[in-house]
């Protein structure tokens, strides 16, 4: 039996860990050819070795820093020349920290909107031949209910997050006909750095949970991966510039949203 | 290659003897699931269901007027009586009545839409929610559209009551998520039966509306909308509830040239 993926190339920035992994792990699972690419190149190679291992695909590896142009140029570049194609992109890498909006130096800015914004501008500019050529292509970009909602504290990552939504919808009107639909997953779900925090301060975790509908936090793999795995198939061929919310129901009702800052 | 992803699930789709709601069901009998095939016109019901019947799929037709709760009311039931259960609930059914300007709309009109709209959705999904709740499992799919979301001239009563509708699904996205049950919205673009008719109203409209999408075509109900619907139905959307799906190629964004001749 054939699977969903198979003859399709996936690359996938930050696959070793949370969203990125989830997502590159469900893709795999469907069969298709892996390139994932991120800075820390260990952790890269160790998670190759598991989607290899566990799913018979072929995975190729590169070391990328996404704030930089070239860097993000070559591993277009890299994956075209090893696979030979490039249908589907999940640009995932990305990070936020919390801070005052008036604290926020133009240097912090511009770092945030390096990694958060350009980095996925320039993959999907780098990746539009191919895909145009290809006459398919699946662009998945991450947003985030931060950006949505405008979450106090991290004015970085909100505008950045909202840039790249509307860079997304963007590329969706205007790549449309080429076959190439472009969409957005706004997630929430544990990371390890989540699971830390939370096994060392088991009230934020109750108090964090009743603020999910759902009840339950949700998981990168079982609850992330589907979705990027249907964005990235024939179903949802005829489906683009969408926002997507998968987050237990989060989205919806406002959260009570009180990070800890310094003054 | 079989798919099973809706494997021993029952769903109810309102407004399937064509059109939209029957490429949904199409692709839900290909998915595995049995289906309760609900509609108004009859003839066409009965076709539609013979037609996946003879194709291998667990379906039954019933007459549904979602303007009526004893009907609507009797479609959940039926699904229960025939399958068990009723883990699927696809809100689709829709009469269009062509357009006209805000002031021109009778209060019967706007009535009998938000009768189809929302509260034959209410129905249902109130009906099937001690089902779905029992099982801690439940997809509730609801068809809305992008007149509502960007308030198009010529159809009041649709908008109003196709929003009304969408506001309804995210409020109980967000009640009855604790209860495992997901309620997501799609607005489609496809060459449903109201489509068909507005092309004979508006056609230079409907033709520019077409070509303005950004895949430069409108979609097929089983192709383009019911892959999507069954992704919404099935164990992979279980953590995604109270979403709008536009299904349409993109026409939802850059703007749309809708400007149908109102008439002075």
């Known amino acids: ?263 | 290659m079989s798919d099973t992803r809706l494997a021993g699930r029952a769903a109810v789709i309102t407004g399937a003897s064509d059109g939209i709601g029957l490429g949904i069901a199409q692709r839900y009998a290909e998915a595995g699931a049995a289906i309760v095939l609900s509609d108004v016109d009859d003839a066409k019901g009965e076709s539609a269901t013979k037609a996946l019947k003879e194709k291998g799929a667990r379906v039954v037709y019933q007459h549904c007027d979602v303007t009526k709760k004893d009907d609507v009311l009797a479609v959940v039931a039926r699904s229960v009586f025939e399958f068990g259960s009723v883990d699927i609930l696809v809100n689709n059914a829709y009469r269009g009545e062509g357009i006209r300007r805000v002031e021109q709309w009778s209060d019967d009109s706007l009535q009998a839409n938000l009768l189809m709209n929302l509260y034959g959705p209410k129905w249902a999904m109130e009906a099937a929610l001690p089902h779905m709740k029992a099982k801690k499992w439940g997809r509730i799919v609801n068809i809305c559209s992008l007149n509502g979301v960007n308030a198009h001239m010529g159809s009041m009563p649709y908008n109003s009551s196709k929003e009304a509708l969408r506001s309804y699904t995210r409020t109980a996205a967000r009640e009855w998520a604790p209860h495992g049950i997901a309620a997501n919205i799609i607005c489609p673009a496809a060459a449903s039966a109201s489509y068909k008719k507005f092309t004979e109203i508006a056609p230079e409209v409907a033709k520019a509306t077409a070509a303005a999408n950004p895949m430069g075509r409108m979609g097929d109900p089983a192709e383009d909308i019911g892959g999507v619907a069954v992704f919404l139905a099935s164990e992979d959307a279980r953590y995604l509830t109270g979403n709008t799906l536009f299904v349409d190629g993109g026409g939802h964004i850059n703007g749309v040239p809708w400007t149908p001749d109102l008439g002075e």
């Open chain 1, 1 to 263: 039996m054939t699977k969903e993926l198979e003859g399709r190339v996936a690359l996938v920035t930050g696959a070793s860990q949370g969203i990125g992994q989830g997502c590159s792990r469900a893709i795999a699972a469907a069969g298709a050819k892996m390139f994932i690419a991120q800075r820390n190149v260990e952790n890269a190679e160790e998670e190759a070795k598991y989607l290899r291992a566990t799913y018979g695909v072929e995975v190729e590896v590169m070391k990328v820093d996404v704030t930089k142009r070239a860097e993000v140029d070559a591993m277009v570049k890299a994956c075209v020349d090893k696979f030979g194609k490039l249908d589907i992109l999940v640009n995932n890498a990305g990070a936020s920290v919390a801070k005052r909006l008036e604290n926020t130096t133009d240097e912090e800015m511009s770092y945030w909107f390096d990694l958060n914004y350009f980095s996925v501008f320039w993959a999907m500019r780098a990746a539009f031949p191919i895909m145009k050529a290809q006459k398919y292509g699946r662009i998945i970009n991450m947003g985030s209910l931060n950006g949505v909602n405008a979450h106090m504290f991290t004015a970085p990552y909100n505008a950045s997050k909202e840039a790249v939504r509307a860079l997304t919808r963007t590329a969706a009107v205007e790549w449309g006909a080429h076959g190439i639909t472009a969409n957005i997953i706004c997630p929430a779900a544990n990371s390890r750095n989540a699971e830390e925090y939370f096994a060392a301060n088991p009230e934020m975790e109750k108090a964090i949970l009743q603020q999910i509908p759902a009840g339950r936090f949700g998981q990168a793999e079982q609850d992330i991966g589907p979705v990027a795995l249907f964005l990235a198939s024939a179903a949802s061929g005829f489906m683009t510039g969408n926002t997507i919310y998968v987050d237990g129901g989060g989205h919806i009702n406002g959260v009570p949203w009180r990070p800890y800052v310094e003054d």
